[in-house]
């Protein structure tokens, strides 16, 4: 009755490689689009955890599917194969940018999904999917 919870809040990524195949990533701070070994493989990140055992929660605070020629494109979840053990709470819509509030030095979705965490500790209760969503919205 496990449950892991990887939190990502940066830029998504999506990366032609070397065979021509894209791949969608989580850049972070020092992360370099031209340089896939300083970017996350989100693929990779979805096949480990699925081998776990556990339930598994992904919030992803990123950018999707919206180019920008500075940065790439941003995620684009149809190529990501979920697995069943596994869900993920994306911060934006589909053509969405995810921005920082700066007064809250974090992006709304990022300060409501600590504000929600932070009631589950006070109170005691256990995190619920439904509840976290919920908390969310």
Same mark, same amino acid.
């Given at each position: 009755d496990d449950i892991v919870m990887l939190v990502f809040s940066g830029h998504g990524q999506e990366v032609f490689n070397k065979d021509d195949k894209k791949s969608?990533?989580?850049? &972070?701070?020092? /992360? #370099? +689009?031209?340089? &896939? #070994?300083?970017l996350v493989d989100m693929t990779e990140i979805l096949e480990m955890v699925s081998g776990c055992g *556990? +339930?598994? %929660?992904?919030i992803a605070d990123?950018? +999707?599917e919206i180019y920008s020629p500075n940065k790439g494109k941003g995620v684009d979840i149809d190529n990501l194969k979920v697995p069943k053990?596994?869900?993920?709470?994306? /911060?934006c819509e589909s053509t969405q940018? *995810?921005? %920082?509030?700066?007064s809250l030095k974090h992006s709304l979705? *990022?300060?409501a999904i600590v504000d929600v965490l932070k009631e589950y500790r006070t109170t005691g209760w256990s995190v619920s999917w439904t509840g976290l969503v919920n908390g969310v919205e």
């Open positions: 969608t990533y989580f850049a &972070p701070i020092d /992360g #370099k +689009r031209s340089q &896939p #070994k300083t *556990s +339930r598994n %929660v992904i990123m950018c +999707r053990n596994c869900a993920i709470l994306f /911060g940018l *995810s921005f %920082v509030n700066e979705f *990022s300060y």
